[in-house]
Every structure is written in structure tokens, then in C-alpha cells.
């Protein structure tokens, strides 16, 4: 399918527009026009919404999450970047591995399996993309997720 970025992500940030504001943090976009990509429409949702519902999980009230595109290297990127509670530089390598989670008693009453990020590297892959994140504990986490004009699903 042709995706046109800046509407796909824009229909993504809608959709957590009411659970945003109900945490009383709040969600940017910046993306260009004109920006295109070939993949599964529906795969590349669930990567969104992995991403974005982790973002707000992880945010406190206050708290700032963007979502920023740009054409990167033959193919798109698209950076979430929130202000919250970040992770530790000894957990960051393993966020992706199944059933993980950072410190589980106090991600207890949070909620969640530790699928989500697995999933998102799975379905990234099948793309022929790459993702990644960067975290500072207690200032914010970012992860970035670069996807191929032509993903290999398309
Ligand atoms: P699920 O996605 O299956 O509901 P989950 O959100 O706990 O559960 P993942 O999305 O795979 O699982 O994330 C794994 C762990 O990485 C989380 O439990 C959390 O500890 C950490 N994490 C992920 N995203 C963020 C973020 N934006 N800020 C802080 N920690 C994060
Ligand atoms: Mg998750």
C-alpha cells in the first residue's frame, strides 16, 4: 500500500488524543508533506500504537510526547519522543526482548505483557526497517523506527 506519512501519522496521534489528554500530557507532530512510503497499512498501525501507548504508559502528567518524520537515507523516519520516566542504561539493551520488563514491580500496576516492543522490532523487520531507542532515566525515552520507500511488504 502507499502510505502518505504525514496522514497516517496524524491518524495514529488522533487516535491517543483522548487518553493523552485524560494524562494531561500532550502530543506533537511535525512531518513534512510529500512524504511517502510502501508497506502494510494495518502492521504499521500496531507499530504506532505500541510506540504511542508506551509513551503515554511511561509519561507522567505534564509530560511532552512528539512524533516527527523526515526522509532519511532512501526511506522515512519517524522518531516518539517522550518526557518521562526513561530507562536504565543496564535494561535498554534487552526492552525488545519478549515478555521484558523494566523493574516489574513498579511497572506492575502499569499493565502490559513486555510483547510490545518485540512485536514492533518484528514488524519493522518484516519491512526491511530498523528500530531503536534511547533513554535517559527520569528525562525521556526516544525511540526511532527507520522504514525502507519501498518496505519488502509492500
Ligand atoms: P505490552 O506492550 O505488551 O502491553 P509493555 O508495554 O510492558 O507491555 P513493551 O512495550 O515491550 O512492553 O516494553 C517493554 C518495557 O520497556 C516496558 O515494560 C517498560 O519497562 C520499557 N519501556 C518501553 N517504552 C518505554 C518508554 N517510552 N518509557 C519508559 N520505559 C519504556
Ligand atoms: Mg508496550
Redesign the pocket.
Known amino acids: 500500500q502507499d502510505i502518505e506519512v504525514e496522514r497516517w501519522l496524524r491518524q495514529t496521534v488522533q487516535r491517543f488524543s483522548l487518553q493523552a489528554e485524560r494524562g494531561e500530557v500532550s502530543i506533537h507532530l511535525t512531518c513534512p508533506p510529500d512524504l511517502y512510503l510502501q508497506g502494510d497499512r494495518d502492521m504499521l498501525d500496531r507499530v504506532m500504537d505500541?510506540?504511542l501507548?508506551?509513551?503515554l504508559?511511561?509519561?507522567p502528567p505534564g509530560g511532552r510526547i512528539t512524533v516527527a518524520a523526515h526522509a532519511q537515507d532512501g526511506g522515512v523516519a519517524v522518531v516518539?519522543s517522550?518526557t518521562?520516566?526513561?530507562?536504565p542504561p543496564e535494561?535498554l539493551p534487552h526492552?525488545?526482548d519478549r515478555f521484558?520488563?523494566?523493574?516489574k514491580s513498579r511497572?506492575r500496576r502499569?499493565?502490559?505483557?513486555?510483547?510490545?516492543?518485540?512485536?514492533?522490532r518484528e514488524m519493522v523487520k518484516l519491512h526491511g526497517g530498523r528500530v531503536w531507542?534511547e533513554?535517559v532515566p527520569n528525562e525521556?525515552?526516544t525511540?526511532t523506527v527507520w522504514l525502507p520507500e519501498r518496505g519488502s511488504r509492500a
Open positions: 505500541n510506540l501507548s508506551n509513551a504508559k511511561f509519561t516518539v517522550d518521562g520516566q526513561g530507562i535494561d526492552v525488545f521484558y520488563r523494566v523493574e511497572n502499569k499493565g502490559g505483557s513486555g510483547l510490545g516492543l518485540a512485536l514492533v531507542m533513554s525521556g525515552t525511540v
